[in-house]
């Protein structure tokens, strides 16, 4: 399953040939990564001489059955489930009584002390 790719994906390069970025990753979709990883392009697990133990699909599968707090496509477009709030009431912090007589304000629109004006 290859990635949807919203443009075609054709550069030009230094010398002035078109690089077609699309046939070359559908071209070499069956190649080996280069690393230690034992997949190739597409992601499929290979075994022994390259040959395909468990495809893309597989794999995702397994990810995301092992993994249920992920979510799926099915649940974005669900309803969302109304839950019922239950509000407790919140004790509120003593406030503290300031003289707002301390503050001015300045011609610029800065609250400044009195005695700094």
């Given at each position: 399953m290859a990635v949807k790719q919203t443009g075609k994906k054709v550069y030009k390069t230094m010398q002035g040939k078109t690089v077609d970025m699309d046939l070359l990753r559908k071209r070499n979709e069956l190649t080996p990564a280069v690393g230690n990883a034992k997949v190739n392009a597409r992601g499929d697990?290979?075994?022994?001489?390259g040959k395909i133990i468990k495809k893309r699909e597989d794999v995702l599968a397994d990810y995301y059955r092992d993994h249920p707090e992920t979510v799926s496509h099915k649940e974005q477009t669900a309803e969302p489930?109304?839950?019922s709030v239950v509000e407790e009431p919140v004790a509120e912090?003593?406030?503290e009584e300031t003289s707002n007589d301390d503050w001015v304000e300045d011609?610029?629109?800065?609250?400044?002390?009195?005695?700094?004006k």
């Open positions: 697990e290979l075994g022994a001489g489930v109304e839950q912090a003593p406030v011609a610029d629109g800065n609250f400044v002390k009195k005695e700094q």
